[in-house]
């Protein structure tokens, strides 16, 4: 098996919700905010931005939006990661290029779907690149999915404009003293991993599948759920908070419509 120092701090990352007192200096901050932007990035667009949130007000009221998870507010640094066509749509505007395509068989129009999922791509490896460098500094981090929840209260928040959509953010601390690293178990490598074409699992497949998690199920869920299936989905795809990222979702997605200016 190959070691070495990257695959070492991949392999002991985990998700980390409790911080040591020990702040994180501007010279980390500094690595990880590099590190971020040293992300690949479609066209070379760098298609995000990063807002490092200070104000101790903000990072409380960002913990209640994000479905009140009240450790999100005791992180020593916030970093919201937002896909970003703004500053494009800005710098096209101030030169042109709408006059441009006049009498052109294209069109000037305002980003799209398409432009949204590539910003998405573009910011979320920029924000993993972030967590990885965080972690070989022995600073634990966690993603926050929650910011694309109460859309018009974030965008308000950040002040965001239109061309944008606060996809992630996460939140970094340093390890406590003997933390207990205890990687969580994914699914077998057969379940995820295909060659040349994807191959979709038949029945036993699935229930091999999920067969440790199977053992999570409790029967005494206050769901009333019959198996872990149904438990997982009261709790989680189907619970009040992803019914609010769903609907908040859509109130992103319609910023970005491909409107011709
Ligand atoms: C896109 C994304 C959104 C997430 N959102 C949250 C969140 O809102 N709150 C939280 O505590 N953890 C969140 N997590 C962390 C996951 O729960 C965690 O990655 C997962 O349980 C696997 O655990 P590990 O990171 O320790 O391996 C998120 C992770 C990802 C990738």
Request: hydrophobic letters at 40%.
């Given at each position: 098996m190959i070691k070495n120092d990257v695959l070492d701090v991949i392999g002991q990352r985990?998700?980390?919700?409790?911080?040591?007192?020990?702040?994180?200096?501007?010279?980390?901050?500094?690595?990880?905010?590099?590190?971020?932007?040293?992300?690949?990035?479609?066209?070379?667009?760098?298609?995000?931005?990063?807002?490092?949130?200070?104000?101790?007000?903000?990072?409380?009221?960002?913990?209640?939006?994000?479905?009140?998870?009240?450790?999100?507010?005791?992180?020593?640094?916030?970093?919201?990661?937002?896909?970003?066509?703004?500053?494009?749509?800005?710098?096209?505007?101030?030169?042109?290029?709408?006059?441009?395509?006049?009498?052109?068989?294209?069109?000037?129009?305002?980003?799209?779907?398409?432009?949204?999922?590539?910003?998405?791509?573009?910011?979320?490896?920029?924000?993993?690149?972030?967590?990885i460098a965080?972690e070989s500094m022995?600073?634990?981090?966690?993603?926050?999915?929650?910011?694309?929840?109460?859309?018009?209260?974030?965008?308000?928040?950040?002040?965001?404009?239109?061309?944008?959509?606060?996809?992630?953010?996460?939140?970094?601390?340093?390890?406590?003293?003997?933390?207990?690293?205890?990687?969580?178990?994914?699914?077998?490598?057969?379940?995820?991993?295909?060659?040349?074409?994807?191959?979709?699992?038949?029945?036993?497949?699935?229930?091999?599948?999920?067969?440790?998690?199977?053992?999570?199920?409790?029967?005494?869920?206050?769901?009333?759920?019959?198996?872990?299936?149904?438990?997982?989905?009261?709790?989680?795809?189907?619970?009040?908070?992803?019914?609010?990222?769903?609907?908040?979702?859509?109130?992103?997605?319609?910023?970005?419509?491909?409107?011709?200016?």
């Amino acid at each position: 098996m190959i070691k070495n120092d990257v695959l070492d701090v991949i392999g002991q990352r985990i998700s980390l919700r409790a911080y040591s007192d020990e702040p994180i200096t501007s010279e980390e901050e500094n690595a990880i905010v590099n590190a971020a932007m040293r992300a690949p990035t479609a066209g070379n667009q760098m298609l995000y931005s990063m807002i490092i949130i200070r104000d101790a007000k903000k990072k409380e009221l960002l913990a209640e939006l994000c479905d009140h998870q009240p450790f999100v507010a005791k992180a020593p640094l916030m970093i919201v990661f937002v896909a970003d066509f703004q500053k494009w749509v800005d710098y096209y505007i101030k030169n042109d290029v709408k006059g441009f395509c006049e009498g052109k068989d294209f069109q000037f129009e305002a980003p799209q779907e398409s432009d949204l999922l590539l910003a998405i791509e573009d910011a979320m490896i920029a924000a993993q690149n972030s967590v990885i460098a965080a972690e070989s500094m022995n600073i634990g981090s966690c993603y926050i999915g929650d910011i694309m929840e109460n859309g018009e209260q974030i965008k308000e928040c950040l002040q965001l404009p239109q061309y944008t959509m606060p996809i992630s953010m996460v939140v970094y601390g340093h390890y406590p003293a003997n933390y207990p690293r205890l990687p969580k178990a994914r699914f077998d490598k057969k379940f995820v991993v295909f060659e040349d074409s994807y191959h979709r699992l038949n029945d036993e497949e699935i229930d091999e599948m999920f067969q440790s998690q199977n053992q999570h199920y409790r029967s005494d869920n206050s769901a009333g759920a019959k198996n872990y299936a149904q438990m997982f989905y009261a709790r989680k795809t189907g619970a009040k908070f992803c019914k609010e990222m769903a609907r908040s979702a859509r109130f992103w997605l319609k910023q970005w419509d491909g409107r011709l200016f």
